[in-house]
Nanobody
Framework: QVQLVESGGGSVEAGGSLRLSCAAS????????MGWFRQAPGLEREGVAL???????SYADSVKGRFTIDKDSAKNTLYLQMNSLKTEDTALYYC????????????????????WGQGTQVTVSS
């Protein structure tokens, strides 16, 4: 059974940092595209960052240079390091697994991901 459990969210002031974790079970994260997404109230879910099975990373323009996605295959855990946080980063953050085993090309569209965690709240105050 595939499960994704996020943790590490919280409340910080603008300029601060948080590190989100996503513990995966029921499959091996190194064989799939993995992504972080976020959804603010009243807005659509948007892709934040992805990492391919080979470790290639890609980011939304809004977080480039501030966020870093990585993974620990031994722990089967995905991470998102968020620095220089802004108030507009406030959202519920989700990790997700890509649809296809062994895919070499990944995208940041939510439709490309088939399993989702329950989300962890990030609130950035000014």
């Amino acid at each position: 059974q595939v499960q994704l459990v996020e943790s590490g969210g919280g409340s910080v002031e603008a300029g601060g940092s948080l590190r989100l974790s996503c513990a995966a079970s029921g499959y091996t994260i190194s064989a799939y595209c993995m992504g972080w997404f976020r959804q603010a109230p009243g807005l659509e879910r948007e892709g934040v960052a992805l990492i391919t099975r080979d470790g290639y990373t890609s980011y939304a323009d809004s977080v480039k240079g501030r966020f870093t996605i990585d993974k620990d295959s031994a722990k089967n855990t995905l991470y998102l390091q968020m620095n220089s946080l802004k108030t507009e980063d406030t959202a519920l953050y989700y990790c997700a697994r890509g649809r296809f085993l062994g895919a070499v090309v990944c995208g940041l569209s939510p439709a490309s991901y088939s399993y989702w965690g329950q989300g962890t709240q990030v609130t950035v105050s000014s």
